[in-house]
């Protein structure tokens, strides 16, 4: 992983500035798998995570506590800078085919909060925007201490029934969250798992458990 500290370049759909979210890193992951069961893929395909660990906005709140305030004041922004760094991680927009989301809530939080920054317009549609796709993001959420890790799923961004594209990411911080962060991630990958090839839902045979009687039996 490397962490990177230089700042987001400004947007006319988004300003960046996260004086008020209070980021504290930012770490990029990418990895490209060149050998599969002694084989090399066909289509070896680039996958990278962003995270970017913020100040948890709602620490030590109620769980009646609207979050919608918060919200749309920092997951706008956290869209916009984890898509910028994906999009130049993996080479451009045009070669991500398959994305995903998640969020890591340090133990002071509650898991809502993990929810109210991916789970929202103000992020999924922008993520999706940004990255030019038009399938709903699969996500991973979860509340942990620094440095667990988490499996990030992925799939067809325009797509969501190529069951090729159906991945897997792994995020870590080594530091974060800390109790009182929130880890926040954007993953993409630009092609489908190595060797793939279990089919796809549009050329599936209709399966019903009546024929197959003698097999569940």
Same mark, same amino acid.
């Given at each position: 992983?490397?962490?990177?500290?230089?700042?987001?370049?400004?947007?006319?759909?988004?300003?960046?500035?996260? &004086? +008020?979210?209070?980021?504290?890193?930012?770490?990029?992951?990418?990895?490209? !798998?060149? &050998?599969?069961?002694?084989?090399?893929? %066909?289509?070896? +395909?680039?996958?990278? @995570?962003?995270?970017?660990?913020?100040?948890?906005?709602?620490?030590? @709140?109620?769980? &009646?506590?609207?979050?919608?305030?918060? @919200?749309?004041?920092?997951?706008?922004?956290?869209?916009?800078?984890? @898509?910028?760094? =994906?999009?130049?991680?993996?080479? #451009?927009?045009?070669?991500?085919?398959?994305? #995903?989301?998640?969020?890591?809530?340090?133990?002071?939080?509650?898991?809502?909060?993990?929810?109210? =920054?991916?789970? &929202?317009?103000?992020?999924?549609?922008?993520?999706?925007?940004?990255?030019?796709? %038009?399938?709903?993001?699969?996500?991973?959420?979860?509340?942990?201490?620094?440095?667990?890790?988490? !499996?990030?799923?992925?799939? *067809?961004?325009?797509?969501?029934?190529?069951?090729?594209?159906?991945?897997? !990411?792994?995020?870590?911080?080594?530091? #974060?969250?800390?109790?009182?962060?929130?880890?926040?991630?954007?993953?993409?990958?630009?092609?489908?798992?190595? *060797?793939?090839?279990?089919?796809?839902?549009?050329?599936?045979?209709?399966?019903?458990?009546?024929?197959?009687?003698?097999?569940?039996?």
């Amino acid at each position: 992983m490397t962490e990177q500290s230089s700042p987001v370049q400004s947007s006319p759909v988004v300003r960046p500035d996260f &004086t +008020a979210a209070g980021l504290r890193k930012v770490v990029v992951y990418r990895e490209e !798998v060149l &050998t599969e069961n002694g084989g090399r893929p %066909e289509r070896p +395909a680039q996958r990278a @995570t962003v995270a970017a660990v913020i100040r948890n906005p709602w620490l030590g @709140t109620g769980p &009646t506590q609207d979050l919608s305030a918060a @919200t749309v004041a920092v997951a706008p922004q956290l869209a916009r800078l984890l @898509t910028d760094k =994906l999009i130049d991680a993996l080479g #451009g927009v045009e070669r991500i085919e398959a994305f #995903g989301k998640a969020a890591i809530v340090g133990t002071g939080g509650e898991i809502e909060h993990g929810g109210a =920054l991916i789970h &929202t317009p103000y992020f999924g549609n922008l993520m999706r925007e940004f990255l030019g796709g %038009e399938s709903i993001i699969c996500f991973a959420d979860a509340r942990a201490e620094a440095g667990e890790t988490l !499996v990030v799923p992925m799939w *067809h961004k325009s797509q969501a029934a190529t069951r090729s594209h159906y991945q897997t !990411v792994t995020a870590r911080i080594s530091d #974060g969250p800390r109790a009182d962060e929130i880890v926040i991630i954007a993953a993409a990958s630009t092609g489908p798992r190595p *060797h793939a090839r279990i089919g796809d839902r549009k050329t599936d045979p209709t399966v019903r458990a009546e024929d197959l009687e003698r097999v569940l039996a």
